[in-house]
Every structure is written in structure tokens, then in C-alpha cells.
């Protein structure tokens, strides 16, 4: 029967629902309800980490002063520019990232950083489901979703806004997405190579995969070399720069890094095997190239990470391309037994929400804990000296007290190991103790506990002799 006049358009003369609707209507309906449940996050009460975020606010809003609304935006992109030089990093995205993400209420901001999140993990997902069709695509897609979310680095950029590994991770996830369009994908992986340097690795990986190819040779020779000049700028940069000169290229640190990585990667790996014995797939990376480029990719990044740090969310990035590459490797299911499927379905999804509710649980503690420090400091009376055990913490919490009462009197300062006072001398009122940083004095944990919460404790101060 030859199509009517309606059904190119896409309906039928019964005047069913357009094609794009019928396919699609579920996943619109999802997006829709995502995007509300990302808005209403933006009110839930959200504040900003003990790393950077003040920092980065105030340098902002200076230069907005001193040269208005825009130019202060693209002044703020240049000073990081140049702060970054003296550090020794090239992330040319985190500039452009610094100078407008910082322009946002703390709610929005972590609604957008909730976001990055969502992109990171719907990336694999639309993998998943354009490679499987029926009951292997309902296993499939759980079994990724729990190996994504296993990791609980993954979402330290949620409760750490300003880290550069959940912003790369958001564009790896984007040009997942964009399976089919080569130059969009190269673009959304350079993206996520400007924001940490280690996932050039995942570029290079690409670009050398597309010259394979005779119709996609010249996107990726173009493709490698901007992954290699990145690669280079990076090594020369660190090489001279201040903060990353910390890095130790000796034959012990690369060991003890090595079995780090292994404590990080168990956790994830657990979630994989697990559907590897279930549903006994077929591993096969010889048509689509993605999990080879994950493998490659993660392995550079592991790789680069040695000689500094692996643990804490520095994991996240290399946990996720790692986990990826064997899941991407599944070419076919090797069984559509309904009770097998089942089975894996059933597996996946207790792994994945064990873990999903155990890192959920953990984020909920770290900014929980940080309400309940701010709040406790903003209900001490007067204006008081109040010490804090870690350096960095005691200049974002008072960023933060004086951010919900500016004409606060008080002051929160570091208190060295070796001292009895704040840095400049000023004798203390109270303390701040969190367990597993600098140690202190006895005398100042000696009064009688005011606050508590469930990582630190703030000590009255009764003597410092």
C-alpha cells in the first residue's frame, strides 16, 4: 500500500500519533521528568565544599568589580590562565568553566553539576541500547548502569564542584552519545582533554581508531595530533610548574599507585563480573571500536596518574573508561533464556542499588556535614576565634559563614600542628577538630564539646598553657 499523504509525515490515516512519538514518547516523557527533577534539586540545601569554591568566587566577583559584568568574566578566564601557568596545568575548558559556573547561586550550581553526572551515565546507556534490541537491552542497560554507578569517585564532583574529572566525564559521556558523527564526538573528548589532561589519552585513542578508516582518515589524523599537542603542552607546563612539580617519578610510587588503583577499580569490577557470569556474553571488539578506545583510553589515564595520585575521586575518570571498555566489549548476549536474563537483571540491579545507596549515603554525610559545621559556627556567640586541624577547610568554611552573614565578626583560621593559636597569633575561642588531618595540641580538645557531627567536632577552649 502506498504511503498517504498524512503517513509521510509520520501518521497513519487511522490519525495515529506521529512516528517520532510513538518511538520516542517514553523517552521524551523521561527527559521531561529528568529535567524537573534537576530543577527542584537546584532547592535543596546545598552548599559549597572546603575545595576551591570559595576561592574561585571571590577572584570572580573581583574582577566583575573592577571591570564589569562581561568583562569581568573574561578577565577571570585569563587570570586562570595565568594562575595555571605558575601551577604548572593546562585545562584550557576549567578557564572558560571558572569564569561563568561561578556566576550561579549554589543551589543552580549543584543542579548543573547533578547534571554532568546524568550526562556521564546516559552516555553508556544510549551505547547500550542502540547495540541490543528486546530483553538482552533491559539486561544490558541495567547491568551499565550498575557498573557506572559502583564507583563512588564517580560523583565526588557532586559535593566538589569544582572538580575538573566529573566536567570531563560529562563531555566523555556526550560523545558517546554521538556514536555517528565522528567531528562531534572529537570535539566533545578534546572538551573533557582541556578540562583534565589525562583523557588526551581517550582522544589520541580515537583519532588513531578513525584513521583506520579511509572516510574518516583526515578527522582523525587531525584528531591525534591536537591529542598529542595537548599531551605535550601538558608535559612541558608540569614540568615547570609549581604545583605539579610535587610529582614523584620514582619506581615506589608507581608501585604503590599500581595497587591503589587495583583497591579502586575492585568495587566497579565486582558489578562486571558479576553480568559476565550470568550472561555469559560474547566478547567482541572488532566491529565497533569504542571499547578498544575505552581500554586505550583509560590505560593512558591510569598510566599518567601513577607518577601523582590514583585515589579519592582522582579514580573516578579511569574507573569509569576502564569498567566501560569491558562492558562496551559485549557484542551479543550469549543466551536469551528469560530466567538467565532475568537473573541478570535481578543481579545488576541489587549490586548497582547496594552501591548507588551506599554512595548516596556517603554524599548525603559530606554535605550534611558540612551544613551542620557552618551552621554550628554561625550560632556561636560574639565574634569568636574559631581554629580549624586543616589548612584549606578554615578559609572555605569562613567564605562560607561570611557568604549567609556578611558582617560576621568572627574569624574561622588554620591552627598549625605546632601551635596554640590561630596563623596570626589571635589566642582561640573555640577548635575544630576533624580526625585525619594535622594532628593537635591536647589542650585544645581538652574543653567541652559545643558541636558535633558526624566527621568533626568543635571543642570550647578553656586554656592554652
Known amino acids: 500500500m502506498a504511503p498517504t499523504e498524512g503517513s509521510r509525515d509520520g501518521a497513519t490515516e487511522a490519525g495515529e500519533a ?21 530543577v527542584a534539586s537546584a532547592f535543596l540545601p546545598w552548599e559549597w565544599s572546603f575545595i576551591d569554591d570559595g576561592n574561585q568566587i571571590t577572584i570572580l566577583r573581583g574582577d566583575q568589580a573592577a571591570h564589569g559584568w562581561l568583562g569581568g568574566i573574561l578577565q577571570d578566564m585569563i587570570d586562570m590562565y595565568h594562575k595555571d601557568r605558575w601551577w604548572g596545568l593546562f585545562r584550557p575548558s576549567f578557564w572558560v568553566f571558572a569564569g561563568t559556573f561561578y556566576l550561579l547561586p549554589v543551589g543552580p550550581a549543584h543542579a548543573v553539576r547533578l547534571a554532568m ?31 557506572v554507578v559502583a564507583s563512588q569517585q564517580f560523583f565526588a564532583g557532586i559535593w566538589y564542584p569544582s572538580l575538573q574529572e566529573t566536567s570531563g566525564l560529562c563531555f566523555v559521556g556526550l560523545g558517546l552519545i554521538a556514536q555517528r558523527r565522528p567531528v562531534v564526538r572529537a570535539l566533545c573528548w578534546l572538551v573533557a582533554a582541556w578540562f583534565k589532561a589525562p583523557f588526551s589519552w581517550l582522544l589520541l585513542a580515537y ?9 574518516t582518515r583526515l578527522v582523525g589524523a587531525v584528531t591525534s595530533l591536537v591529542a598529542v599537542a595537548t599531551l605535550a ?13 610535587a610529582m614523584n617519578l620514582s619506581r615506589h610510587t608507581v608501585r604503590v599507585n599500581f595497587d591503589t588503583s587495583v583497591g579502586q577499580l575492585a568495587v566497579p569490577l565486582l558489578v562486571v563480573v558479576a553480568g559476565l557470569a550470568v550472561m555469559r556474553p560474547r566478547i567482541d571488539v572488532s566491529g565497533d571500536p569504542t571499547a578498544l578506545v575505552m581500554l586505550l583510553g583509560g590505560a593512558g589515564y591510569l598510566a599518567n596518574l601513577l607518577v601523582w595520585k590514583v585515589d579519592a575521586y ?8 576502564l569498567t566501560l571498555a569491558v562492558v562496551f566489549a559485549v557484542s551479543e548476549v550469549g543466551t536469551r533464556s528469560l530466567t538467565r536474563l532475568a537473573a541478570a537483571l535481578a543481579v545488576s540491579a541489587v549490586l548497582g542499588g547496594y552501591f548507588l545507596f551506599d554512595n548516596a549515603q556517603y554524599a548525603y554525610n559530606r554535605l550534611s556535614a558540612v551544613n551542620a559545621l557552618r551552621d554550628c559556627v554561625l550560632r556561636l556567640p560574639g565574634s ?11 578559609v572555605r568554611l569562613d ?36 580526625p585525619g588531618y594535622e594532628a593537635s595540641d591536647r589542650s585544645l580538645t581538652s574543653g567541652p564539646v559545643v558541636c558535633h557531627t558526624s566527621e568533626v567536632s568543635i571543642y570550647r577552649v578553656v586554656s592554652q598553657s
Request: hydrophobic share 45%; charged share 15%.
Open 18 to 38: 506521529p512516528t517520532f512519538w510513538r518511538r520516542y514518547h517514553l523517552g521524551v516523557w523521561l527527559l521531561v521528568i529528568l529535567v524537573a527533577a534537576l
Open 117 to 147: 553526572v546524568v550526562c556521564a551515565i546516559g552516555g553508556p546507556l544510549v551505547v547500550a541500547a542502540r547495540r541490543f534490541t528486546g530483553r538482552p537491552r533491559a539486561a544490558m542497560l541495567v547491568w551499565t548502569l550498575a557498573a
Open 207 to 215: 583519532g588513531l581508531v578513525l584513521c583506520r578508516r579511509r572516510e
Open 233 to 245: 603542552i601538558t608535559a612541558y607546563m608540569s614540568h615547570v610548574g609549581f604545583y605539579t612539580g
Open 314 to 321: 582522582y579514580a573516578g575518570p579511569y574507573t569509569y573508561l
Open 384 to 394: 569568636p576565634v574559631v581554629g580549624f586541624n586543616r589548612e584549606e577547610a578554615s
Open 399 to 434: 567564605f562560607i559563614v561570611r557568604e549567609h552573614r556578611p558582617h560576621w565578626g568572627g574569624e574561622v583560621t588554620w591552627v598549625r600542628p605546632d601551635q596554640l593559636t590561630g596563623a596570626d597569633g589571635k589566642p582561640l575561642r573555640y577548635f575544630i577538630n576533624q
